[in-house]
């Protein structure tokens, strides 16, 4: 599995072109191949996986019971928009037209990579949504995050 990290900052080309950045693109495992799918994500942005990492994720979307509606209804949302795509000699993917509409980008992107994914934002989305950052950060950390380590019986292993 890979493990990206990273935030870069990036401009789509009158094409709808992206070029990766040589940061991220050392990132990929060989696996990858340069291959990726991209999908819609949450809150208006596009997710890039590794081809291979999709392949992982894509088998335990299609390990839910297709009898259950809300089932049903989350896998089309998941696999919605989903492109294969591959980079080209310089670096770049084109993203499909319906997903940068989806995205509302201009010509300013931002790339949040994390885990297994990089998401694709509209830099003026992506910053508005960094602007809403809880007032508190500590204590959405503590409750997200804070029973993480209190598995084994409460002690959180600080002394």
């Known amino acids: 599995m890979t493990n990206f990290i990273g935030e870069f900052d990036c401009k789509l080309d009158a094409k709808g072109?992206?070029?990766?950045?040589?940061?991220?693109?050392k990132q990929l495992s060989p696996e990858a191949n340069e291959s990726f799918i991209v999908n819609r994500g949450f809150e208006k942005c596009l997710v890039l996986y590794p081809k291979n990492d999709w392949e992982r994720i894509s088998a335990e979307v299609n390990q839910l019971n297709q009898y259950v509606k809300k089932n049903?209804?989350?896998?089309?949302y998941f696999y919605r928009g989903a492109t294969e795509l591959s980079l080209d000699g310089t670096g770049r993917i084109l993203l499909p037209k319906r997903l940068q509409e989806y995205?509302?980008?201009?010509?300013?992107?931002?790339?949040?990579?994390?885990?297994?994914?990089i998401e694709i934002w509209d830099k003026?989305?992506?910053d508005g949504?960094?602007?809403?950052?809880p007032e508190d950060f500590a204590n959405l950390a503590e409750e997200v995050m804070g029973g993480q380590n209190n598995q084994?019986?409460?002690?959180?292993?600080?002394?």
């Open 72 to 76: 049903r209804d989350f896998i089309r």
């Open 103 to 117: 995205g509302a980008f201009e010509k300013e992107l931002v790339l949040f990579a994390y885990s297994d994914r």
């Open 17 to 25: 072109r992206l070029m990766v950045p040589s940061g991220l693109r």
């Open 124 to 126: 003026d989305t992506y």
């Open 129 to 133: 949504l960094l602007t809403d950052e």
């Open 152 to 159: 084994n019986g409460g002690d959180d292993g600080v002394s």
